[in-house]
C-alpha cells in the first residue's frame, strides 16, 4: 500500500468541482427508467482524481465540508452534502456513509471581485 492509500485519522483534499445538486444529478424517462446525468459524471471522476486514492477507516466519521459558489449562483447545502458523500463511499476514501456519525457543511456565495475559478468542495474526515 502506498501512503497515500494508506489508513489514516484524518484525510483532507479539495475537488475543484462542485457537485451537482440532488435535483441534477439524475434525470428520469418517460417509460419510468432514470439515468445519471453527464455533470454527476464528471463531478464523480473530477472527485476520484482528487480523492486520489485516500482512506479512512473507523467506527465512525466526522465529515467537514466546504462549498464555494461562484457569484449569483444559488444552491442548498444539504443537496450538495449528497453527492460528496456517495462519491466518499464509492471511491473507498470511507468504507460506507452509514458510518458518517456528523456532517458539518458551510457553503459560501463569492462576490464578483474573487476569482471564478474557486468553485470548490472540500472534504476533510476523521474517525471518531
Do not use: C
Not at 2 to 25: D, G, R
Not at 68 to 88: E, H, M, Q, S
Amino acid at each position: 500500500m502506498t501512503p497515500e492509500s494508506s489508513p489514516s485519522p484524518i484525510v483532507a483534499f479539495t475537488v475543484p468541482m462542485l457537485p451537482p445538486s440532488a435535483n441534477s444529478y439524475v434525470r428520469h424517462t418517460r417509460a419510468g427508467g432514470h439515468y445519471k446525468t453527464d455533470l454527476d459524471k464528471r463531478w464523480m471522476e473530477t472527485f476520484a482524481v482528487f480523492a486520489g486514492g485516500r482512506r479512512i477507516r473507523a467506527k465512525n466519521y466526522d465529515v467537514i465540508l466546504a462549498f464555494w459558489l461562484p457569484p449569483r449562483k444559488r444552491g442548498d447545502v444539504d443537496n450538495l452534502i449528497k453527492r460528496t458523500l456517495d462519491a466518499l463511499q464509492k471511491f473507498a476514501v470511507i468504507d460506507t456513509d452509514a458510518k458518517v456519525a456528523r456532517v458539518t457543511a458551510t457553503l459560501t456565495t463569492l462576490s464578483l471581485t474573487e476569482p471564478r475559478n474557486r468553485r470548490l468542495a472540500l472534504a476533510a474526515l476523521t474517525g471518531m
